[in-house]
Each structure stands twice: as C-alpha cells, then as structure tokens.
C-alpha cells in the first residue's frame, strides 16, 4: 500500500517538475524570440527605408565631367548608401520593357534625361535630411530636377514610430506575464511542501538552510527551461537565416548572443527570486495558516 503512495507521490513530483519546466521554457522561448524581433526590427526598418530612391537628372548640357565629378562626390557623401549612374539609353530601354513598345519610334528621339538613383543611409530618411540634401543637390548648375516620393518617406518615418511604439508596449506585457507565470508555477511548487518547511523548521532548522535546497531545486529546473528555450531558438534562429538570408539575422552575432544569454539569465534569477520569497512567506506563517 505504502509503495503505491510513494509510487503516486512520485509520479506527481516528477509531472510538477515537468509543468514547471514546460513553462518556463514556454514563457522564456516567446522571451526571446520578442527580443530577436526587436533586435532585428531596426534593421528591417533601414532595409526598408533605404530602399526608397532619390532619382537627380541632369540636363543634356552636362558631360562626361560633370557625370564624374558627381559620382566621385556621392562616394565621399556620409549621407549615401549606394548610387547608380543611369543613361538616358538605358533609361529608354527600361521604360520600353515595361510599356512593351518603343515610344522613341513615333517621338522620333529620347526626351528622357541621364540620371543617378540615389539610396540614402536610413538615418538620412526623414523629410528635413532629404530637404537639405535636395537643396545641396541643386546647388549644381547641371542638375535638372530631383524626383522621390515625399508621402512614402513620411508615411514610413510614422509608421515605424507607431510599430515601435506597440512593440515596446507589447514586449512590457510579456515580460510582465513571464514573471507572473513563472512565479505562480514556484509558488505553486514552494506549497506542495509548505507542510515539509514548517516541519523542518520545528525541528530547529534555520531559515537559509531550508530554502536552500528549494533554491537550488528550482534554479536547476528554470536552467533546464531555459536551456529548452535556447535550443528552440537556435533551431528558429538556422531555419529563418537559412530560408531568409536577406533578413541577415546572424549578421549580428553578438546581439543573438546577448539575447540567448539573457534568456538563461532570467531563468535563473526569476527562480530564485520566486522561491526565495515563495519559502519566505511560509516559513513566516503559523502551523495554523497552512490549512
């Protein structure tokens, strides 16, 4: 009879072990892969913006000269990320691959102008940066007009603010669910013996002695979670580089490093905070209480 009770109390211990393991390698995996996201959220958001082109024609009086001045001043811009020098040629050719028909053959000549596509760094994409760039563009007497699209840029800048924003509000609620459901699952675990705390406290135990075996319990169970975590997020980590190179996610290995580290970090010390308060609280209780 006594072994099937111990067997049973067994079998329970090991599916709380279990619980709390699984939720905290839950709660740390969505940890982290949030902060993954916000890691690499700025960089999405530059890749995006600099994709947004400045297009400066110039006029036809402009020679080879100016083209080249030109070109070597954008590679000495702090402001440029890359250009490209496009003839009025290769400009007609485009615009007859995307209509389907020469328009040169019943214009009689190429009304289009030579160019350079301009992308800009993405701290140089707001609307006072590009003015001021604009301006500094115009100030070449060859230079004909300066074509990008303003709204785009606006609507891109607001946009980022508002994503970031909610992403900085959703990351808070997270972090605050994580701790209240890694607390309940010690807490939870910390009650299953309250009986067995207060009883080693009658017998004279001193309080550090009898959390600590709680203490190291629950940390080897939060380090078990988070190892979990770490795993499941090196495996999303290889899938999403592999299947997203563009993406760059390992471009920044010491960010994926720090965001891994810390997900290890919080297992362990919300653990131990958690226990440490959890035994705390019926160490401090009256026997009648635990009823």
């Known amino acids: 009879m006594s072994s099937s009770f ?19 390698f839950l709660v740390l995996f969505l940890l982290g892969l949030l902060g993954l996201f916000i890691l690499n959220s700025k960089k999405l958001a530059d890749d995006f913006k600099e994709e947004i082109a400045m297009t400066v024609f110039f006029k036809n009086e402009a020679t080879d000269t100016v083209f080249t001045a030109f070109k070597n001043e954008l590679k000495t811009s702090k402001f440029v990320k890359s250009s490209v020098y496009v003839t009025k040629e290769q400009a007609a050719k485009m615009h007859t691959d995307i209509i389907g028909e020469d328009f040169m053959t019943f214009l009689g000549a190429n009304p289009l102008q030579n160019s350079f596509d301009i992308h ?7 609307a006072e940066n590009i003015r001021k760039i604009e301006n500094h563009f115009r100030t070449n007497e060859m230079v004909s007009d300066i074509v990008y699209d303003k709204q785009l840029v606006n609507l891109v800048n607001d946009n980022i603010k508002k994503v970031s924003l909610w992403i900085l509000i959703i990351s808070g609620f997270l972090a605050l669910v994580a701790v209240v459901l890694i607390n309940s699952s010690m807490r939870l675990s910390i009650y299953a013996n309250r009986f067995i705390i207060k009883t080693m406290q009658m017998v004279g135990a001193t309080k550090s002695f009898i959390r600590k075996p709680f203490i190291w319990r ?3 169970l939060g380090l078990a979670g988070a190892v979990c975590a770490v795993i499941a997020l090196l495996v999303c980590i290889l899938y999403i580089d592999g299947n997203y190179p563009n993406l ?28 440490y308060f959890a035994t705390q609280r019926y160490l401090n209780l009256r026997t009648d209480d635990l009823y």
């Open 248 to 275: 760059g996610i390992l471009e920044n290995p010491l960010a994926v490093c720090i965001v891994l580290f810390s997900v290890l970090a919080l297992g362990v010390l919300i653990t131990w905070l958690s226990t």
């Open 6 to 24: 111990e067997k049973f109390q067994k079998r329970r211990l090991i599916s709380s072990y279990v619980s709390v393991v699984f939720s905290m």
């Open 218 to 220: 629950s940390v080897k």
């Open 120 to 126: 800009l760094k993405a701290d140089y994409i707001n």
